[in-house]
């Protein structure tokens, strides 16, 4: 299998809920001619706003929805055509799920699942129990669903997708709505998963940067629909990067120097307070730090700190989109 996922043109269209203003219904396009590629063993990030498709993609992965064109394989099996042999090699858990039944146990209730995969009961038992230790619910597995935090809750929902050990897992916003100790433990053991078998794969949805640049291997950018990056965080945030950006602190400076002549110097942002300036400098390169160090030594000018800035992917998103990832966000269609 030279791919774990492999997309191709692929597009899905419906009729929106809202009735347009001027006749006829809408129809929404939500996913635009998208094409992927998942390596075996990769744990690949699909980032990007809210009501950006990522959702939609996932949903015809696991043959939940049917695509209106184009095509997808998932285990090099077609999501369509092979949509039962599918299901039995991979599973889903999405952020904020409240799959299940609150009057049941958290082990009945994951015994449950185990049992709709054809686990048998003393191993889907034991894989239970073993998972549960390890995400931190080994002592409640006796509590009620009902009585779970929102945090146990979604560590529960992890372990519900890892017990049948799938080949691909996917995650859709696994983390969303998480306080930030209850995201880092399911991140944690979100690598340690993937790391612990060479062929495993996972497919991970998110909005948030910083758990895409942390987690993922590569990363596709997705926007209206359509994938408008893809390549490994390092790649994207050096092709964001125009020069060289730092940030230094120094003695009060009158507002009119002129730091911006200096060789090497795109753009300066000086902010003043507390009896020192704080600079924002845009250089050519990093060779023209040297420069405005020694202009402000040369000065009598004395340097607190001195940081290089590296670009995020939420400088990627806001270069090719023109605006931030909370600002594109878009409400739901239907």
Not at 114 to 125: H, T
Not at 286 to 298: H, M, P, Q, T, Y
Request: charge should be neutral; charged fraction near 30%; aromatic fraction near 4%.
């Amino acid at each position: 299998m030279s791919h774990a996922i492999e997309i191709r043109d692929l597009a899905r269209t419906y009729r929106s809920k809202r009735p347009p203003r001027s006749g006829g219904p809408a129809t929404v396009v939500a996913l635009d001619g998208v094409s992927l590629d998942v390596r075996p063993g990769e744990l690949f990030g699909l980032l990007g706003p809210n009501g950006a498709g990522k959702t939609t993609l996932i949903k015809v992965l696991v043959t939940l929805l049917l695509p209106s064109s184009g095509s997808a394989r998932v285990a090099g099996l077609d999501v369509v055509a092979d949509a039962r042999r599918v299901r039995e090699l991979i599973t889903m858990v999405s952020g904020g799920e409240t799959s299940g039944y609150g009057l049941l146990t958290v082990r009945e209730q994951l015994w449950m699942f185990a049992q709709f995969y054809g686990i048998p009961g003393r191993r889907a038992r034991a894989r239970i129990d073993e998972l549960l230790e390890v995400v931190g619910l080994g002592e409640e597995g006796d509590r009620r669903v009902s009585a779970l935090s929102s945090g146990m809750r979604q560590k529960m929902n992890l372990v519900r997708g890892l017990v049948p050990d799938p080949e691909i897992l996917f995650l859709d916003e696994p983390t969303v709505g998480l306080d930030v100790g209850a995201a880092r433990e399911i991140r944690a053991y979100i690598k340690r998963w993937i790391g612990e078998k060479p062929n495993r794969t996972i497919l991970l949805t998110t909005h948030y940067m910083a758990e895409a640049d942390d987690l993922c291997d590569r990363v596709a950018i997705i926007y209206k629909g359509r994938i408008i990056a893809c390549d490994t965080p390092a790649a994207l945030r050096r092709r964001s990067a125009r020069g060289s950006r730092f940030v230094l602190t120094t003695d009060p400076l009158d507002p009119g120097a002129r730091l911006g002549d200096l060789p090497g110097v795109v753009g300066t942002e000086m902010r003043t307070a507390d009896g020192r300036s704080e600079l924002e400098l845009q250089l050519a390169d990093d060779g023209a730090i040297s420069g405005v160090v020694r202009a402000l030594s040369e000065g009598d000018r004395k340097i607190y700190s001195l940081q290089k800035l590296e670009p995020s992917l939420e400088d990627v998103f806001v270069e090719i989109v023109g605006r931030r990832m909370e600002e594109a966000d878009e409400p739901p269609s239907g």
